[in-house]
């Protein structure tokens, strides 16, 4: 059973810095794309990061890019979102996802997808 767990969310002032990790278990997505995902009270879920089997593969959001930078592990089958220069904004739940082929923007391409960590900024 595939399982992708996240942690490292929490309180964080504005400003401050915060590191996600995601490991995954039950089979290994080396040669699959990982991605972080977030979702605001009330909005609908959006792309944040997402990384590629190739390391040098990587997108994201306009409005984490040069504040955000999306990393893997891929010894450890484990992904990482670190965060800085946060702002209320970023303020969501955060999920990892996996399995898709690239690393695409699209909810809809990734089969697997963890329980979310939330992130919450104040000002």
């Known amino acids: 059973q595939v399982q992708l767990v996240e942690s490292g969310g929490g309180l964080v002032q504005a400003g401050g810095s915060l590191r996600l990790s995601c490991a995954a278990s039950?089979?290994?997505?080396?040669?699959?794309?990982m991605g972080w995902f977030r979702q605001a009270p009330g909005k609908e879920r959006e792309f944040v990061a997402a990384?590629?089997?190739?390391?040098?593969?990587?997108q994201y959001a306009d409005s984490v890019k040069g504040r955000f930078t999306i990393t893997r592990d891929k010894a450890k089958n484990t992904v990482y979102l670190q965060m800085a220069s946060l702002k209320p904004e970023d303020t969501a739940v955060y999920y990892c996802?996996?399995?898709?082929?690239?690393?695409?923007?699209?909810?809809?391409?990734?089969?697997?997808w963890g329980q979310g960590t939330q992130v919450t900024v104040s000002s």
């Open positions: 996802a996996a399995g898709a082929r690239y690393p695409v923007r699209s909810t809809s391409q990734y089969d697997y």
């Open positions: 039950g089979r290994t997505f080396s040669s699959y794309a």
């Open positions: 990384i590629g089997w190739s390391d040098s593969a990587v």
